[in-house]
Structure formats: C-alpha cells, structure tokens
C-alpha cells in the first residue's frame, strides 16, 4: 500500500509518467521532485502514519525503491515492528 | 505621461463565472445572496452569504488545485483578463510586465481547514497525531500566495507586489499599477483582485463586529439595502476580478484594441477611526482622482459606489459624493451599489466594482441599486434605484472604495478612443 499511495500521489497530483515506475533501477533523483514536492509526497505517508518522517534530504540520493524500503523500515521502528494500516477515514 | 489602457477584463463574483456573466445579471438586478451553509448556519443561524457562482478549481488546471481558494479565484480571473488582451505565458518583455494584487485576508480557507484539522486531531484520542499539518500550508495562506502563482503561470519578471488595504485592497493595486506604467517603470500589469473567506472561523469573526446585514423578511436575497432607509449592513461575499494594463504604446504596436484609459486616482487616509468613515478624506481621494484626470466632476457621468449599507458609510459616502459633485439638482451624475447584488468582496471589491463600471460605460447600460427601494433621506442623490438603465452615453466612470482602517481610494476611467 505505501508504494501505491505514493505513486499515485506522484502520478496523479506531481503528472509524474505511470512508465517510469515500471523500472526496478528507478532513482528518485530522475523524478525531478524539488525540496516542497519531496515533503508533500512524504506527507501523504506521515497522514496516514502519525508522524514526522526524518530528514527528507537524504532521498533523492536512493533508488525509488529504496526509499520505499527506508520509509517502511521508518514506520516499522515507530510501531514495534508492525506495519499499521495506512488508509485514511472513509477509505476502503 | 504614458496613457495606461485597459486592454483585458475577467472576473468571477457571485454573480457569475465570468465577466460577461457578471454585469448581464447586474443589469438584471440578481441578488447572489442566500442562507450560510450548514456548518456555518448552525452558530450563526442568520448569517446570509454572497458565494462564488462557480467552484473556482472546476475552471483551472488540476495543477493548481493545492492553491488556497482566494489564489484559484484569482487565477481565473487573471487568464480572463489576459485571454481578453491576447496575452499568452512569457511575453518577450516579462521584465516590463508586473504583477499587482490586492486581497484583504490572504488564506482564510487554508487557516480554518488548518485549525479544523487540529481540533479534529485532538479530539481523536491518539488516532491522529494533531502536529501534522499539510507543509504547503504557509505558502498557501501567505497574502502574496495568488501574486506568486499568476507571475509564475504566465513567466512574468516585473514586480509582484500585494496590497492589503481591507475594501480597499485591490482598487490601490490598480491605482499603483497604473502609476508604474504612467511614469514608465513598467510597460504592462495585471492587477487581481481576491478573496475567499466564507469560512466558520471568518464569518465569527465579522459577526461580532455587528455590521452584517440582517435577514430581509420578503426575500433573503435581498437582505444587502446601500442608502436605503431599512439597510442593515452588508453582506459578505467572494471572488476574483482582474484587468490587464497597458502603456499606449505596447497596446498599439500590437494592435490591441483597448477597453478603455484608466486616468485618474487618489488615494487618501482618515487617520482618525478604525472604522467610521470621514466625509474629508473621501472627498480629497475623489477630487485627486479627478485632477489626476484632468476632469471636472461633470465629466462623469456614472459612479460606482463603495455603498457597504451600512448606518454610516451610506451616509457619509453620500455627502462626500454631493461635496464633490454636487446636490442631484446640480448634477446629472448616476450612481450605483452593486454590492446590492454581489455583496461584499472585501479585497476584490473595489476591482470588481471597477470592471462592471468599465462594462457599463462601454455598454451605455448602468447597473442598479437593486434592493434601493426606500431611499435613507439622507441619501438623496441619483442612486439608480431598483432596475438598471439603458441608453445612457457614458465617456467617463468613477469607482470608490473606502476601506476599514480609512483607506480610501478613487478611480476615474474614460473611453478610448474619446
């Protein structure tokens, strides 16, 4: 679900092209996000998750699924090692 | 001293989604006013509201669906205006090209939505964390928010300044860009006015300064009364208006036929009441903006008045009006409130008031005072009372806005080609 929520955030909201996620070496470097797309796209986790995710700027150096990986491993150490739900009210 | 001509004109009011829109229903005499909404009506069950004919995200890109909802309005009467004057994105002189907004209380939306959210989080027993906030949220509610969107949507490299001088917010943009393109700092502008504040957290607020209009008991939408002898106050409302200006020179080298020559305005400061007008003051204001003109008070044949209906303004605009003008005896000029109509824009007032004066002077057709049916004895002149007027020739319009914290300004418009 993380990985869903932020490529929709990116392709929906940032016009991001759906292809690019199809590659496995993707870095986040080459979705061009700059410093206010980087937090909005990490606040669409931080809604759902409860808190601040630290340091934003070390991101762009990681692959696409890298961050996905340490943004998990993030929200994992926040809640003894469980992945809570991530939908928000009223989703399904 | 370069002329400055209106070569573009937008806006959305509650009177309309557009400009054309707009001044067809003033003419018609449309009151945009009805009931609050549900959340609003429940703590201020007689709070009447003017809202936007049109949701302003509906006719923008989806891009700027993040932006405050006073910035959208802005943004859509901004591409209006600059669709109208044959404007597209990076014009080749964009250094020469500024940007000048006024607007009252910069994110309203953004600043009840953000409080909103931190009660909802508080009281929901840990489930969510109330520190969390959207981080675009300065950006959106900073004053200069719309400012910045319109310079970065259409490449323009002049100056983005914001005015925020209550009512009279957006009638000292256009007075300020005018004089920046009249004494060659710059070749073109496009002023905006806007404000969205239709929101619990504003309209508590307004409440208890006690100068909203109460319920008419015959029609709701008729509640805003300026110069009657049963007004009540005004009516809060929302929305966009917006010109584009150009020195004479620029508008002709490429052929743009011009909507009119903004030629005179003054500005001035009560310096006495946060709130009570001072006849003095408005009249200075009105009179520079004639010299400015090179007009005399009979050169006007229309004007648009701030007209808030409220106990004083009403009063005290009208003396100022007949101290410059003259009694309705002595003078043939024709007056109107369209805040009648489409309430109170606050910080877009004074433009979009500006732009339905254009509309009417081009057109020969003068919007009303709709809701004028009763006249106050102490408002004794022309006010264009109920039903608009038709055939009128028109070489010349005034608009007023006089503002809380006694900020007055004037504008004098007059057609071009005379």
């Known amino acids: 679900m993380l990985e869903e929520i932020i490529k929709n955030y990116l392709i929906n909201t940032k016009g991001k092209d759906a292809s690019l996620f199809n590659d496995p070496q993707l870095q986040v470097a080459a979705l061009e996000l700059d410093s206010l797309d980087m937090v909005e796209m990490l606040f669409e986790i931080e809604d759902r998750c409860g808190f601040q995710l630290p340091d934003p700027t070390r991101y762009p150096k990681m692959g696409f699924r890298e961050m996905l990986a340490d943004i998990e491993a993030a929200i994992r150490e926040h809640n003894n090692g469980e992945l809570p739900d991530l939908r928000l009210e009223g989703e399904q | ?418």
């Open chain 2, 1 to 418: 001293m370069t002329k400055v001509l209106i070569t573009g004109m937008g806006a959305i009011s509650p009177l309309g989604a557009d400009l054309p829109g707009s001044f067809a229903q003033a003419l018609a005499g449309h009151c945009a006013i009805g009931p609050a909404p549900a959340d609003i009506a429940k703590w201020l069950p007689d709070i009447l509201l003017a809202p936007a004919a049109s949701e302003p995200h509906t006719l923008l890109d989806s891009k700027h669906a993040s932006l405050d909802r006073a910035s959208q309005f802005a943004m859509v009467a901004a591409g209006e205006a600059m669709t109208t004057a044959n404007i597209t994105p990076q014009p080749a002189d964009a250094r020469r090209f500024g940007v000048f907004v006024g607007i009252g209380f910069g994110g309203a939306h953004t600043v009840d939505g953000l409080y909103s959210r931190f009660q909802s989080a508080v009281q929901s027993e840990g489930k969510r964390n109330p520190v969390l906030m959207h981080p675009l949220s300065v950006p959106r509610m900073m004053a200069n928010a719309a400012a910045a969107a319109i310079s970065m949507r259409y490449g323009l490299n002049g100056p983005s300044n914001t005015y925020s001088v209550a009512c009279a917010s957006s009638a000292i943009a256009i007075g300020e860009a005018f004089r920046a393109i009249r004494d060659g700092y710059l070749d073109a502008a496009i002023v905006v006015g806007c404000e969205a504040m239709l929101t619990p957290g504003s309209l508590l607020a307004w409440n208890a300064l006690r100068v909203m209009a109460k319920p008419h008991a015959d029609d709701l939408a008729r509640s805003c009364r300026p110069f009657s002898q049963d007004r009540s106050g005004f009516v809060l409302g929302e929305g966009g208006a917006a010109i584009v200006l150009e020195s004479a020179a620029r508008a002709s080298a490429r052929q743009q036929p011009a909507l009119g020559e903004l030629c005179g305005y003054g500005c001035s400061s009560d310096a006495a009441h946060l709130t009570a007008p001072s006849s003095a003051e408005q009249v200075y204001a009105m009179q520079q903006a004639l010299d400015d003109a090179g007009l005399q008070p009979a050169d006007i044949q229309y004007l648009n008045a701030h007209g808030t209906a409220t106990e004083t303004g009403d009063v005290v605009e009208t003396e100022s009006i007949r101290t410059v003008f003259g009694s309705r005896e002595h003078s043939q000029l024709a007056i109107s409130s369209t805040k009648s109509m489409h309430g109170h824009l606050i910080g877009a007032s004074g433009i979009l008031e500006f732009v339905l004066a254009v509309m009417a002077m081009n057109s020969g057709s003068l919007p009303p005072t709709a809701t004028l049916e009763v006249p106050d004895p102490r408002c004794d002149l022309d006010f264009i009372p109920q039903t608009a007027r038709h055939g009128c020739q028109v070489d010349a319009i005034m608009s007023n806005s006089f503002a809380f914290g006694g900020s007055n300004a004037s504008l004098v418009a007059r057609r071009y080609p005379q």
